[in-house]
C-alpha cells in the first residue's frame, strides 16, 4: 500500500481540527446555556424582597418566592429583608448575642460623649431598632445609608442618629439625662429621627430608641456617684417620714374619732335616759294624782322589792310588839 502525500495528509489534519473546533464550540453553546437558565432563576425568601436591575437600573420589585429574570449581566437581583427588625448601636459594639451577651471592647466615645444643656458631660449609649419600609428608596435615595459593621460617622444612618441624639440631649439638664428624662429623651430622639428619614427619602422606619447606659465621665463619677446616694438617702429618709406619718396620724385621727362617737354616744344615752325618767315621773305623778294611796303603797312595794334581796339578814316584828331585844342575837361566836 502506498503512503499519502503531504498535501492529502494536511487535508486530513485540517479536516480534523474542524470537527474538534464544532465540538467545542457546541459545548461552549451548551454551558452557556445552562448557566444562563440557572442565572434566570432566583429565590426570593420569607423575609425579603427582591429589587431586580436591568443593566444597573431599577425595574420591578418580587414578593417571596420563585421567579425568573434575564440571566447575568443584563438582569441582577439585590435581596433586602424588610420583614426583619435591623439595630445600630451607639457607644458599643455587640459581638456575640445570647445569655451572656458579649460587647466589643473598643473605644467609642466619639459617638456617645454629649454635652448637656447646662454645660455638663454625659456619656449615652443607645440602640435604634427600625425596618426597612420602602426597598427602593433605602437602596437608592441615599449614598451609604447603613452599615451594620461601620464605626462612628462612616455611614449616614448612623450621622444622623448621633445628630438627633445630641440635638435632644442638648436641651436637657444632666439631672434629667441621668435620671427622671430617660423615657422622655427616647421618644423625643425616635420622633426626630422618624421625621429626618422621611425627609431624606431613606425608606427606613423607625421602630424603637432604647437607652442603654447614661453615665457621667469616667473623671467625675465618683462625685455623681456621692451625689446620687445623698438623694438617695434623702428620699429614704423622706420616705420613713412619711411612712412614720401614715402610720401614727390616721390612728391618732381614727381613735379621735372613737372618742367622739363615743361622746356623742354617751351624751344621747343620758338625754334619752333623762327624758325617760322624766315621762316616768310625770307619769307616776299623774297617777299619785288620781289616786295617791294606791300609788304610795305601789312605790313601796316596789322599793321594798328592791331592797330586800340585797339585805343578809331579815328579822320581822309584830307590830303590837313591845320590846326586840330578846330577839336579837346581840353576841356572835367566833370561830376557832
Avoid at 461552549?28 to 424582597?49: K, M, N
Avoid at 429589587?51 to 444597573?56: E, K, R, S, W
Wanted: with cysteine; glycine share 6%.
Amino acid at each position: 500500500m502506498e503512503s499519502q502525500g503531504p498535501l492529502e495528509d494536511g487535508l486530513a489534519w485540517l479536516r480534523k481540527q474542524k470537527v474538534n473546533v464544532r465540538t467545542a464550540g457546541i459545548g461552549l453553546l451548551l454551558l452557556l446555556g445552562v448557566v444562563g437558565v440557572w442565572s434566570s432563576v432566583f429565590t426570593v425568601g420569607a423575609e425579603e424582597v427582591g429589587v431586580v436591575l436591568t443593566f444597573g437600573k431599577y425595574t420591578r420589585q418580587t414578593q417571596p418566592g420563585l421567579h425568573v429574570k434575564w440571566p447575568r449581566p443584563f438582569q441582577t437581583v439585590m435581596m433586602v429583608a424588610v420583614q426583619r427588625q435591623l439595630k445600630a448601636e451607639f457607644g458599643f459594639r455587640t459581638t456575640s448575642a445570647g445569655v451572656r451577651t458579649q460587647y466589643a471592647a473598643g473605644a467609642f466615645a466619639g459617638e456617645s460623649l454629649m454635652l448637656t444643656g447646662d454645660l455638663n458631660v454625659a456619656v449615652v449609649s443607645w440602640t435604634t431598632q427600625f425596618r426597612i419600609s420602602d426597598p427602593y428608596k433605602y437602596l437608592f435615595k441615599v449614598r451609604n445609608l447603613f452599615d451594620p459593621e461601620a464605626v462612628s460617622g462612616t455611614d449616614t444612618f448612623h450621622d444622623m442618629n448621633e445628630a438627633v441624639m445630641r440635638a435632644v440631649i442638648g436641651d436637657r439638664s444632666v439631672n434629667e439625662v441621668l435620671t427622671i428624662g430617660r423615657a422622655e429623651i427616647a421618644s423625643e430622639v425616635e420622633r426626630r429621627l422618624q421625621e429626618l428619614c422621611d425627609q431624606y427619602e431613606t425608606g427606613i422606619k423607625i421602630e424603637q430608641i432604647v437607652l442603654q447606659d447614661v453615665d457621667p465621665p469616667d473623671q467625675v463619677r465618683p462625685a455623681f456617684n456621692e451625689v446620687n446616694q445623698a438623694q438617695q438617702e434623702k428620699e429614704r429618709m423622706i420616705n420613713e417620714a412619711r411612712a412614720e406619718y401614715n402610720r401614727v396620724i390616721p390612728r391618732a385621727r381614727g381613735e379621735a374619732q372613737q372618742t367622739i362617737t363615743q361622746a356623742d354616744g354617751y351624751a344621747t344615752d343620758r338625754v334619752n335616759r333623762a327624758r325617760g325618767d322624766a315621762e316616768l315621773f310625770k307619769s307616776l305623778l299623774a297617777a299619785y294624782r288620781r289616786s295617791p294611796e294606791v300609788t304610795r303603797r305601789r312605790i313601796y312595794l316596789e322599793t321594798m322589792q328592791a331592797v330586800y334581796p340585797k339585805v343578809r339578814q331579815k328579822i320581822i316584828l309584830d307590830a303590837a310588839l313591845q320590846g326586840v331585844l330578846p330577839l336579837l342575837q346581840l353576841t356572835t361566836e367566833r370561830k376557832p
